[in-house]
């Protein structure tokens, strides 16, 4: 009984895990601008693998490899937020045609961007 | 035959012949000819004679360009058109062709592969054999392969060290960028390198935060894995690699300056030189004792401890300082051209 709930649990997670990540992997195709793309990724990153990393620990139990699945999901929360952060960075750099494609709501910053620190 | 009989008379011994017995014809006909028209007064062409002639040779110019120019554009409205498309059709027939082959010899190779698991595969041999049983006994190390790859095969791997400090030693013979400020070459070179780099961004404070919290972190784990590479998976190259990625990661974060302070040119060539002639040196020793049967002072130890097998945990020592370093040294001469 103990054991077909906590499948069950666990199966939810994953999948709604699978669907976060799904969703990240259609707004990625679908957008049509680089920053828009890297909203879609930067966000279901983090929800996506919490998610399924939770699924396992679930469908595992807790014991000490849990722990260490939650040192990833803490490493992967560190990352991936932070390397998507740079890459829209580096686009609001490079990019000279950024209010063709998008609404630019704080000039001040993008021209601080593009002449450097 | 005829053709035979004319290549006869024109070479060189019958006409030598023929000049011998009657003088040579050709060549008295040839200075007649030319006597009478220097005789008629042709000798200097006149002012017409030169004008027409330029005349003549400045059309048949004109003519040759106007049909190179004619074929150059037949040629360019035909790739445009009948040639993009047989070009492109060549291209999707030779994709299938070339896929479709490759798939056939991959699969043919896979079906002439041994059954998975089978006990009479050509893998099940004495030598796995012999690893396995005895690899902990004699070698000392807990994890089979680290035994295997620093001590049955210690050899190998050293080529493998080699091999990567031979290829940083062409990264650096084809990218390195002398640094010297009164040569105006180099100085050149070492703008074009930060212009390149010139739209990274820099100083990012979120990325600085994450990284000094991240980068002891992840050295700590590249260390473990060196050091515990005869206990546990890990070892000299995947513990290296961990290692020089963390440096990476604190180069993108601070810039050269603040890694040019612990690790310049200097050290990898150091760390690498020394690294390296520690392992050769070393496993010249352990060959040397063990092919002569001599007695030696390296012994397996109690397996499990963090200092036992032998040779393996400092040889893994020696290997991960090189790939460490190899990896630092491509990534910053891909970057700037220097250390």
Redesign the interface.
Same mark, same amino acid.
Request: net charge neutral.
């Given at each position: 009984m103990l054991d077909t709930i906590r499948f069950i649990i666990s199966l939810l997670l994953t999948l709604a895990g699978l669907f976060v990540l799904l969703s990240g992997v259609v707004g990625i195709f679908k957008f049509k601008y680089s920053l828009s793309r890297i909203h879609a990724g930067a966000l279901f990153d983090t929800a996506g693998i919490v998610l399924m990393v939770l699924g396992v620990i679930v469908g595992q139990g807790f014991d000490l490899t849990s722990l260490k699945m939650l040192i990833i999901i803490g490493?992967l929360w %560190? $990352?991936s937020p932070?390397s998507g952060? %740079?890459i829209g960075? %580096?686009e609001i $750099?490079?990019n000279d045609e950024l209010e063709k494609d998008m609404v630019v709501m704080d000039e001040r910053m993008v021209r601080h961007e593009k002449e450097?620190? | 035959m005829a053709k035979i009989r004319n290549d006869y008379e024109h070479s060189w011994w019958p006409r030598l012949l023929q000049w011998l017995e009657d003088g040579s014809t050709r060549l008295d006909d040839e200075l007649t000819a030319e006597m009478d028209e220097s005789r008629e007064g042709h000798l200097l062409p006149t002012h017409e004679d030169v004008a027409a002639h330029e005349a003549k040779l400045e059309e048949r110019r004109n003519q040759k360009l106007a049909d190179e120019l004619a074929m150059y554009a037949h040629a360019h409205e035909w790739t445009r058109t009948k040639g993009a498309k047989l070009a492109n059709w060549a291209y999707r027939i030779m994709s299938v062709v070339i896929c479709v082959s490759i798939i056939w010899v991959l699969l043919q190779t896979a079906a002439y592969l041994p059954p998975f698991g089978s006990p009479d595969n050509p893998v099940n041999n004495e030598v796995s054999q012999r690893y396995i049983e005895k690899g902990m006994e004699e070698t000392g190390a807990v994890n089979i392969v680290a035994g295997m790859i620093l001590d049955y095969r210690a050899f190998d791997t050293l080529g493998e060290s080699n091999v990567l400090f031979i290829a940083a030693c062409s990264v650096l013979i084809l990218l390195r960028v002398s640094s010297d400020k009164h040569d105006p070459t180099s100085v050149h070179q070492l703008e074009v390198e930060a212009d390149d780099r010139m739209y990274e961004p820099k100083n990012d404070i979120i990325l600085q935060h994450t990284v000094a919290f991240l980068v002891p972190v992840i050295l700590l784990f590249g260390v473990y894995g060196v050091m515990n590479g005869h206990i546990s998976p890990g070892g000299g190259f995947s513990g290296g690699a961990i290692m020089g990625a963390a440096l990476i990661l604190y180069l993108n974060a601070f810039g050269f300056k603040r890694t040019e302070r612990f690790f310049t040119f200097k050290t990898f060539k150091t760390v690498s030189v020394c690294a390296l002639s520690f392992y050769a040196i070393s496993k010249a020793y352990s060959f040397f004792t063990g092919a002569n049967h001599l007695h030696s002072f390296i012994t397996p130890g109690t397996p499990g401890k963090l200092f036992s097998a032998g040779l393996i945990p400092y040889l893994n020592i020696a290997v991960g300082a090189v790939v460490c370093c190899t990896m630092y040294a491509f990534y910053t001469h891909f970057r700037k051209g220097d250390m």
């Open positions: 490493i %560190l $990352t932070v952060h %740079l960075r %580096l $750099t490079i450097g620190d | -």
